[in-house]
């Protein structure tokens, strides 16, 4: 894992100093411009007034995973 990693980061329109690292790390930006889509879905199915938000892709200097990672790790089987 790199120092910095590509992340995908949500900012509510309404509030944007409000911003949480969905999905990540990534390597590389095209890994996360290809998960992009479903990052946004699954985000939707978590909260659906996420589809308003505004999603954009961020080189970080974070090796924390993303929401969506954190929850999948931590999910009952």
Do not use: W
Not at 5 to 30: H, K, R
Not at 49 to 59: D, E, L, P
């Amino acid at each position: 894992m790199n120092l910095e990693n590509f992340y995908i980061v949500a900012t509510d329109p309404e509030e944007p100093t409000l911003q949480v690292n969905i999905s990540g790390p990534y390597l590389t930006q095209q890994a996360a411009q290809a998960d992009l889509e479903a990052a946004i879905d699954e985000a939707a199915e978590l909260d659906p007034s996420a589809r308003v938000y505004q999603y954009r892709i961020c080189k970080l200097a974070c090796q924390k995973p993303g929401v969506i990672q954190h929850m999948a790790c931590h999910a009952i089987r």
